[in-house]
C-alpha cells in the first residue's frame, strides 16, 4: 500500500512563506517521480513542479518560478516544497503525487495522491 500525506498548508499574508511537506510510505522516492500539484477553486488541476528520484527539478509552472522551490529528503521519504513570497493567486489545494515512470506535468500520469492541504494566501 502507497500512501502520501501532505501537510504544512495554512493562512498565510501575501509575501508570507509556507513550506510542504509530502511523506511517504510503502514507497520510496528513491524509485519515483514526486509531483506538486494545485487546484484552486473553478480552475484546473496544473502542475506546480516535479523532482526525480536523483533529485533533479525537471520543471516549475511559470507562475512560480523563482518563488518555489522542490527538494527531497531520501532518508526521511519525503519531498518539500518551499514556497516563498507568496501571492493570493496561489491559493489552492496543494497535493502530491508519486509516479513511477515519468516526471510529468499532466495529473493523469501520476496513479497515487495524498489527500492534499489548503494553502489561503490573503492579500
Known amino acids: 500500500e502507497v500512501q502520501l500525506v501532505e501537510s504544512g498548508g495554512g493562512l498565510v499574508q501575501a509575501g508570507g512563506s509556507l513550506r510542504l511537506s509530502c511523506a511517504a510510505s510503502?514507497?520510496?522516492?528513491?524509485?519515483?517521480?514526486i509531483g506538486w500539484f494545485r487546484q484552486a477553486p473553478g480552475k484546473e488541476r496544473e502542475g506546480v513542479t516535479c523532482?526525480?528520484?536523483?533529485?533533479?527539478?525537471?520543471y516549475y509552472l511559470e507562475s512560480v518560478k523563482g518563488r518555489f522551490t522542490i527538494s527531497s529528503s531520501n532518508a526521511k521519504n519525503t519531498v518539500y516544497l518551499q514556497m516563498n513570497s507568496l501571492k493570493p493567486e496561489d491559493t489552492a489545494v496543494y497535493y502530491c503525487?508519486?509516479?513511477?515512470?515519468?516526471?510529468?506535468?499532466?495529473?493523469?500520469?501520476?496513479?497515487?495522491w495524498g489527500q492534499g492541504t489548503q494553502v489561503i494566501v490573503s492579500s
Open positions: 503525487a508519486s509516479a513511477g515512470y515519468r516526471c510529468s506535468h499532466r495529473p493523469v500520469d501520476f496513479p497515487t
Open positions: 523532482i526525480t528520484s536523483r533529485g533533479d527539478t525537471l
Open positions: 510503502g514507497v520510496t522516492f528513491d524509485d519515483s517521480y
